[in-house]
């Protein structure tokens, strides 16, 4: 929005007031995604909005200082025989004695985006590594057909809710598959997800909608669509899948039409809304989903559909002081409750539908050259990951300083090496080290960039081009 001076105020207020030792309990995974996903974007905007930058950024600076310092006070919940975390953990003193060791898969598995957001810009490869872990545990304890539950044990890693689905207590996990694979250039993780998307596609879909099922049986045990269901098109658009993506979002359209907002949980064969499920918080995930598919197709009912979810909230939900959650969708009577999301996501996804020119829409036909302590670099090119608060991530920036270190790493050594044979044994050594088998061979077709459109590409790589062609591209 351009906002830059409101931003510069608020970071010195973080910078001059925030302490986190603070003897208190906090959730892992909202501290994760709020408080770690806030600040690492906030880092990586501080350049656009004018903020006083360290000379070593963006691979250094104090927000990112701050972001490591959270991460680390959550490090203590993954210290679990499975590696799967804790859901709480005291800021000061670790896991709480006493702490219950059952927690949701989403919760479990939305931490790849930060955490390795965190490694490639600090060089410290435990937070990276941690949040794969988190991942490959859950893989692990999938069902003989391939679904995962709800909510696990972190000790036995046995499973204590067995419905699932693609929302609540599911969702977030298959969305950092997607958005951690392309980010962190891991195709591993991106395997996971198309293996999961078969299943989906198997057991859960019916007409278009997501069902929940038992994981272990693919029976379906609740034909009930959920709000948070709806950021599945969105997700299905990053990977190219956009006729699936629009058909699904036409049915949970129909349910804003038919009620001017959608329920936490509405009832699929009877077209109602389910009893004490009837309200709708302001959560973001349809307007999130109709942004992505947007930016992908261009239809333009894609902002008609912006178009009624903005009057609607406008109409229902504003008061003098904010934006109320709605209590019951059917009389549309108001509570009195504003989530932080509504602010964090579904006005950001919403302003950003309207805003074609917006630079987080860069398509990757310009970036910008910056110089570093270690050389020059580009940002800014495109392929922007939001994390699953809505928070930016500019994966070029993580490439800026990880070739930063490999360059100063390759270097360091050739300076300490005598013989021109040795120096050419180490190079030897340090590609076949440190190049994966798919970076010899080539990626499989479905991520590979030739078979992408363009700004999918830039998606997958971050930066992909020497800076002179970068400035020389048409924008």
Known sequence: MGNYTEFRRVARLLLNHLDFDEDINVSVFET?????????????LSRRAGLELDPGWPCKGPLLD???????????????PTKIPYGTVNLMYGVPKGEITITCTAGAGTFAVEFGTLSRLTGDPIFEQTALEALDAIWKYKSDVGLIGNHIDVNTGKWTATDSGVGAGCDSYYEYLVKGGLMLGNPKL??????????????????DWYMWVNMKKGSVTMPVFQSLDAFYPGLQSMLGKIDDAMKTLHNYYQVWRQLGFIPEFYNIVNGKVVDKREGYPLRPELIESIMYLYRATKDPMLLEMGRDIYTSIEKSSKTPCGYTTIKDVRTHKPDNRMESFFLSETTKYLYLLFDPDNFL???????????????????????????????????????CCQRARDT?????????????????????????????????????????????????????????????KVMNAAP
């Not at 701050?66 to 679990?80: N, S």
């Not at 991106?190 to 007409?207: A, G, H, S, T």
């Open 32 to 44: 994760n995604i709020r408080v770690v996903g806030g600040l690492l974007s906030a880092h990586l």
């Open 66 to 80: 701050m972001a490591e310092t959270v991460a680390r006070k959550l490090l203590p919940a993954f210290k679990t």
């Open 190 to 207: 991106l395997d996971q997800y198309y293996e999961y998307d078969k299943v989906i596609q198997q057991f859960m879909k019916r007409d």
């Open 361 to 399: 829409h860069n398509s990757g036909g310009q970036g910008e050259v910056i110089s570093t302590p270690r050389g020059e670099c580009v940002i800014e090119s495109g392929g922007y990951i939001f994390n699953t608060e809505a928070h930016p991530i500019d994966t070029a920036a993580l490439h």
């Open 408 to 468: 100063k790493f390759i270097e360091d050594m050739l300076r300490t090496l005598q013989t021109k044979s040795a120096k050419l044994r180490f190079l030897d050594d340090f590609t076949r080290i440190t190049s994966p088998k798919w970076l010899k061979e080539g990626l499989p077709g479905s991520y590979n960039c030739t078979a992408q459109p363009f700004h999918a590409r830039l998606s997958i790589l971050g930066e992909m081009f020497e800076p002179q």
